[in-house]
């Protein structure tokens, strides 16, 4: 028997050994690829996620302000709507193109619950800015924003695969008359 004859056994074992570890090692790669490229996109999505509700939540706060000032509302802090509008078109400029990016890689039941809380925040707005005077009327926008706030997040962390948040709904105490006399 040759020499080579004698050897082919262990050379079959070798390139046998080394087709196993390049499979091995694609294969490893590509698991690995696909899990960073999902760990980014999640990542992307929830800066877009984010974004969107700081400028959802900027719009309300300004609002809450202007109601103050109507009377509305119990913000310490009230605005006049004069003062408020570029505050309001601020937040609006910057929501728009958030909303798109929140469009784009958002989750279909992510972008319907943001519809649904930007909506209640427009209504707000059209509220204070028809200069309304009615604290019954604006508790119930308050009320459809804060369900908005909370589908809306509840959402994000269903489609991100986080487990449940906070509602972010904090009794505040009652406003005492007599401390604006001290």
Do not use: C
Not at 24 to 40: H, M
Not at 74 to 94: C, G, S
């Amino acid at each position: 028997m040759s020499v080579f004859i004698q050897q082919l056994p262990a050379l079959i074992g070798v390139v046998i050994g080394a087709l196993g570890s390049y499979v091995a090692v694609v294969r490893g790669d590509r698991v690995r690829f696909r899990r960073e490229q999902a760990a980014r996109w999640e990542e992307r999505r929830l800066a877009v996620y984010a974004d969107y509700a700081q400028w959802v939540k900027k719009t309300v706060t300004v609002t809450y302000r202007v109601a103050a000032e109507l009377g509305n509302d119990p913000h310490p802090d009230p605005l006049p709507l004069e003062e408020a509008k570029p505050l309001l078109a601020e937040a609006t400029t910057r929501r728009d193109p958030s909303g798109e990016s929140l469009i784009m890689l958002g989750s279909p039941g992510v972008v319907d619950k943001a519809r649904t809380w930007v909506v209640a925040a427009m209504e707000m707005e059209r509220f204070v800015r028809e200069g309304r005077r009615d604290p019954a009327a604006w508790q119930a926008l308050l009320e459809r924003q804060r369900a908005g706030r909370e589908g809306y997040y509840s959402a994000v962390r269903e489609d991100l695969g986080l487990p449940p948040g906070h509602s972010a709904r904090w009794p505040l105490p009652a406003a005492d008359p007599g401390s604006a006399q001290r």
